[in-house]
């Protein structure tokens, strides 16, 4: 059941993210860039950040997303949530100093907003959140060594008494003076049709519990591979000669340049489950080119504002 998946420690995580939410200033939200529609918990901004919290949104592995979709995902998500400011990046490939403007944009995203109440912006007390596997720890990681290096010129230390309020760990940094929760708020991601649960499948968002459904999510992907005409890259790298729409032919030809013969055999010798694992892994290391699973969700966005346009 790949709707019921979600662990109970992530559920108190939702819980404690909830509780925390009144002593913050801002809310960093981080997602795949792939999927600006699959999973995103639109519970946390009905519920919490529509009324009063600065809400920023980083989509995040730009690079494996299709570049001509990138701004489409912001105004997308715009469209949807325009109390929320969206961004996107690579945060694995990021520099200090890109690093640096992204924080100062964010922090000014948050400052700027209607929503934020603080009288004075001396101090800024931020969370990160986001559904499993988008770069929530990637980000405060980065965070961390930016903030480690100023610490070392500027001596910044914790102040106890402002500590304890947040959480037993926050990052600092003096100029300006920013709180980061140091663990990450875990969304629960919103499965609302099939194809959405095979988009989380596909990215890493949602953990491949039956290693035996490995081939419907394989072709799942062949499926999108095809429909986003992305045929040349796994044309070539499964040493086909032309597209396939079934993903046995491929399959069977990657276990053979691969030679997984190792675990789960079939009648030919083949370990199809350990390929299609395999393929799945290359989908999502963007081995097969760059894609945004969510291309068809803003077609058709675009489609129906030129036909409202055109009336
Ligand atoms: P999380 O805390 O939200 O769960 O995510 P985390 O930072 O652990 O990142 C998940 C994976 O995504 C990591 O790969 C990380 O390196 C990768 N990642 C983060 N940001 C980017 C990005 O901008 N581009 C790309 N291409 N990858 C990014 P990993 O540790 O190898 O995990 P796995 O998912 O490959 O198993």
Known sequence: DMIRWFPGHMHR???DLEQSLSTVDGIIEVHDARIPHSGRNTQLYQRLVGGHKPHVLILNKSDLADPNY???SIEYIQSEQPNTQVIHTSLASIDMKEMTNLFGRLLQQIVES???TRSSTVEYN??????PNVGKSTFINKLRNLFANKASCEQVGASPGVTRKMSEKVKISNRPKVFVRDTPGILEPRLKSADESFRLLLTNSIPIQQRE???IIADYGLFLLNKYDKQRLYMKY???DKPSDDILPVLLSLAKIKHCTQIYRDKRGYDLTGTALHFINEINKGTFGQITFDQDILDEKENEKLNDTNL
Request: aromatic residues 4%.
């Open 13 to 15: 995580g939702m819980k």
């Open 70 to 72: 990138l701004n489409k």
């Open 114 to 116: 209607p929503r934020y």
């Open 126 to 131: 931020i969370v990160v959140c986001g559904i």
């Open 213 to 215: 459904l490995s081939d």
């Open 238 to 240: 499964c040493e086909l």
